[in-house]
């Protein structure tokens, strides 16, 4: 377990790989160093939608992470925009809900939905109704991180773009710090936050299942900027979700499967998703159908998916001692952050954190071949 002032260098300034920063930066000598630049890679993509109350995670988690974005809403350049979602009931299964919600959900009928939000619909004939959740809301993926990064720093964190790290060193079985392109940097511990290539970069020391995941989403201007209380929301059959956004543009993303060459992929979405984006989901929102794409966006690289749809935050047996391991955050990276540099700062300290850690481990998976399926968070129980 550290002591005050112990150097921990964390590899990936994601979102991840910051919120560890922001953690341990107030009593750790914390560097940061990313092969590239700062939340350049996956973290800068995402659509920032926050609905950890609708994931299939503990309320543990779901609570702290949630009274994270509240405390650091109006530091530095974050804000956290608190906003409904609604999930899409197909008009098939509307009788399904009319007893009882799921996950303290409230079921509203189509009439009482378009009521609820008279201006943000357009055409939802096809739909019974839809599902009401609070404690949702969005934020900007970018701002966040660099929110993260300045919080780090004025804690003394050193964060550093362009330092790939090549290996990791140890002596007697305890990690004492990492290889670099420019040469060794010491440490009492090593995180490793490098998404599904922390796989890659650990080959040699634990076999992790995790595969890269690829994500699209779009940015479309309606014709009117959609009202102030448009809510977020999700349409499962076509596994899509949606969000407004600050300027009444709205943030269309889903879509998502697994990728064998994340390197080779294109940047632009893929043409069936934009297609069925334009003809199936924007005529949802008012103005949308009649809207203007201004925006589209895939991981140039790939987020990362676990057997389970939950991430690996560890210390496994396999590796040195000092070595964490954070991976196969699975879409949800950006929600999970605090829960992940919390999670983290346990590891390295010792300390209990609010939540439960069991669904972390990386020992869980008997089988750590990366010949699985994706697992969906959906929920429709197609692939669940
Ligand atoms: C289109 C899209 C939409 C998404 N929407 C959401 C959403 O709404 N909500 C949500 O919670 N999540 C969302 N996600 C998922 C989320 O973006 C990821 O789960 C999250 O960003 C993962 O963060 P990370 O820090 O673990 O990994 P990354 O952001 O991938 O960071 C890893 C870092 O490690 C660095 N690195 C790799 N190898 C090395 C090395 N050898 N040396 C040094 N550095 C190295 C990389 O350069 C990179 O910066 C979305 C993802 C996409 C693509």
């Not at 994601?14 to 920063?21: E, P, R």
């Not at 294109?266 to 069925?276: D, I, Y």
Request: glycine letters at 10%.
């Amino acid at each position: 377990m550290s002591t005050t002032n112990d150097r921990v260098v964390v590899v990936g300034a994601g979102v991840s790989g910051l919120a560890i920063a922001r953690e341990l930066a107030p009593d750790h000598d914390v560097i940061v160093l990313d092969k590239g630049g700062i939340a350049a890679d996956t973290s800068s993509r995402a659509s920032g939608m926050i609905s950890l109350s609708l994931e299939p995670f503990p309320d543990e988690w779901a609570t702290f992470a949630l009274s994270q974005f509240r405390d650091l809403d109006g530091q530095g350049v974050f804000s956290f925009t608190e906003r409904e979602t609604v999930r899409l009931v197909p008009e098939a299964n509307a009788d399904l809900y009319t007893d009882q919600a799921p996950d303290g959900g409230e079921f509203l009928p189509r009439d009482a939905l378009k009521r609820r939000f008279p201006e943000s619909f357009g055409d939802l004939s096809a739909y019974g109704g839809g599902l009401l959740y609070d404690g949702t809301g969005y934020l900007d993926a970018l701002d966040y991180a660099m929110t993260l990064k300045w919080a780090a720093e004025r804690n003394g964190a050193g964060i550093f773009r362009d330092h790939e790290v090549t290996d990791i060193r140890s002596k007697d079985g305890t990690v004492t710090g990492v290889e670099t392109e420019y040469g060794v940097i010491d440490a009492d511990h090593v995180v490793f936050a490098t998404g599904w290539k922390t796989r890659d970069l650990l080959a040699d020391h634990v076999e992790l299942p995790v595969r890269p995941l690829r994500w699209n989403a779009v940015v479309i201007e309606p014709d009117n900027p959609l009202p102030d209380d448009c809510p977020m929301g999700s349409e499962p059959t076509m596994r899509i979700y949606w969000r407004p956004t600050d300027h009444g543009n709205v943030l269309v993303g889903g879509n998502e499967h697994l990728l064998d060459d994340p390197e080779g992929t294109p940047m632009s979405v893929q043409e069936s998703f934009r297609k069925g984006v334009v003809e199936d989901v924007a005529p949802l929102l008012n103005g949308a159908a009649a809207g203007t794409i201004r925006r589209e966006d895939c991981c140039p690289t790939a987020d990362c998916a676990s057997p389970d749809g939950l991430p690996i935050i560890d210390t496994p047996r396999e590796v040195p001692d000092g070595l964490a391991v954070v991976t196969g955050l699975h879409g949800r990276g950006v929600m999970l952050s605090p829960v992940t540099g919390r999670a983290v700062r346990s590891l390295v300290t010792g300390e209990e954190p609010p939540f439960p850690m069991t669904q972390f481990r990386l020992n869980r998976f008997d089988n750590r071949s990366t010949n699985f399926d994706y697992r969906s968070h959906w929920g429709t129980g197609e692939d669940d």
